[in-house]
């Protein structure tokens, strides 16, 4: 007998972790792809200051957050609130903050 | 007559037989209608054939190329290629091969050739500054420090080389024609210029402003450059929206006797009549244009845009100074190169993995290239152009 209860939980944990990792992809495409425009590919700097490991040392994770949703003004760097939801800008902070920029 | 009509060819070809060249037994093709497409994300270019639109051969280990651009000897048969990571890459576009490469900064963000071809300038962001190498052997001739950010770098005639400074605002000239290099200021621009161009007269250095509202226009013709100062005021800064993409300035149209240029935090074209540098009106457009590129023997101008509206190139008459045209190539348009002479536009879809080729006339789909995150796309026919 299969147990049915069992199964959809076991479904929709992998639906879940399917569009997490969907997310995850989606935003670490876009953090190379569109912040690297001026950060650099590889998140070295270019017109944008770098965003390794080692540039952020000092900045906490909500910190940078804030300041990707609402840019630095007087700078070049824009607010991505009309972008990017608290969680979004939060988990791109942390994905920084981690130092996978390789 | 038969006779003696191919008694005549026959001396045409012993004519011709009797001058050939020493290189002519290792002719095989040439390099007239080649392109290169920058592969971003891969570090990879595509060498492209235009007329039969297809693709070489890929060239990989090229570093980091986002927002790479690069430039043709004038022969055509060399590309010097510039990465964002200080990489500068001569690429042989006969052998399809990497000839020569070597990382000259930390960080870098463009360059040029000189008018003979000699010299190779990189527009550095770090340590700054520009550097200027030998185009046979790359070896570094000459390092000009800034202090800031160099953009905006474009040849001269004359050997010369023209550029702009992100934090100080300033134009800087150096000029190679003597035994020394000379640099010289030109003049303050104003508050961060974010990109600069040469018209195609060489007549004129454009930079655009990010940190004030403007643009400034040297005039280099005169004994003494003189700064003119237009678009200073194209809407309130309040009501500017946030910039995703800065505009470049390299596809900056000059058209019907008119500049036609990005309005930067903006959905709009700004006309200025090239004489006057007077607005003469502006485009509601579709988004935040980055480029405005002049399809050649033709009133119009073709223009991308930032993020989030970057899915789409509008089409746009320069004399009615109206969309005539609204294409949706796909997600994350990135760049948009026309045939010489303007029959087809090729147009890099970065996040469709795609370049693809549009008659600039019916505006059909006349091929595709599969390109991993493409971006900009150059046509050897760039060597013959002054700027670029």
Redesign the interface.
């Known amino acids: 007998m299969l147990d049915r209860p069992a199964i959809a939980a076991a479904m929709l944990s992998l639906c879940i972790s399917s569009a997490a990792a969907q997310d995850a992809q989606r935003l670490e495409?876009m953090l190379?792809?569109?912040c690297?425009?001026?950060h650099?590919?590889?998140l070295?700097?270019?017109?944008g200051r770098p965003l390794t490991q080692e540039a952020l040392a000092d900045q906490a994770p909500d910190a940078l957050a804030s300041i990707i949703l609402d840019?630095i003004p007087g700078t070049?760097m824009?607010?991505?609130r009309?972008?990017l939801s608290e969680d979004e800008a939060l988990w791109m902070a942390n994905y920084l903050k981690k130092g996978t920029t390789q | 007559m038969i006779g003696r009509r191919s008694f005549l060819f026959g001396t045409a070809m012993a004519a011709a037989s009797a001058a050939t060249p020493a290189w002519a037994g290792d002719l095989c093709c040439a390099t007239g209608d080649l392109g290169l497409i920058v592969e971003r994300a891969a570090g990879s270019l595509l060498l492209i054939d235009r007329s039969e639109r297809r693709i070489v051969t890929r060239i990989e280990g090229l570093g980091d190329l986002s927002h790479a651009s690069l430039t043709y000897s004038p022969d055509e048969r060399y590309a010097f290629v510039f990465g964002r990571d200080g990489g500068l890459t001569k690429i042989d576009m006969l052998a399809g091969k990497i000839a020569k490469r070597v990382v000259q900064a930390g960080n870098s963000i463009g360059g040029a050739i000189s008018d003979d071809g000699k010299l190779v300038a990189v527009s550095n962001y770090e340590p700054g500054g520009v550097h200027v190498f030998d185009a046979e052997t790359l070896d570094p001739v000459a390092s000009i420090p800034a202090g800031a950010k160099t953009i905006g770098l474009a040849d001269m005639p004359g050997r010369r080389f023209i550029w702009a400074t992100w934090e100080t605002g300033e134009a800087w000239i150096a000029d190679f024609s003597g035994p020394e290099m000379k640099v010289t200021k030109l003049a303050d621009v104003g508050k961060n210029p974010y990109d600069g161009v040469l018209t195609d007269d060489a007549s004129t250095y454009l930079v655009g402003l990010f940190g004030e509202k403007g643009v400034s226009a040297i005039d280099l013709w005169a004994k003494e450059p003189k700064v003119t100062r237009f678009l200073k005021d194209y809407g309130k800064p309040a009501d500017d929206l946030p910039v995703y993409k800065m505009p470049h300035l390299q596809g900056w149209a000059f058209t019907d006797g008119q500049f036609v240029l990005p309005a930067v935090g903006r959905h709009e074209l700004l006309w200025v009549e090239r004489q006057t540098l007077e607005p003469t009106g502006r485009t509601p457009v579709h988004g935040q244009p980055v480029f405005i590129i002049a399809q050649p023997g033709s009133p119009y101008v073709w223009v991308n845009f930032a993020l989030p509206d970057n899915d789409t190139v509008q089409v746009v008459d320069s004399r009615t100074r109206e969309v005539v045209h609204t294409l949706t190539p796909g997600p994350a348009v990135l760049h948009m190169e026309f045939a010489p002479r303007g029959a087809e536009v090729w147009v890099s879809v970065r996040d469709a993995n795609k370049v693809l080729i549009y008659d600039t006339r019916s505006f059909a789909v006349l091929g595709e290239i599969p390109a991993e995150s493409p971006s900009g796309i150059f046509f050897t026919a760039r060597a013959h152009r002054i700027g670029l």
Not at chain 1, 44 to 47: D, N
């Open positions: 495409h190379r792809q569109d690297g425009a001026c650099g590919m590889t070295k700097g270019g017109l840019g070049a824009p607010p991505w009309p972008l």
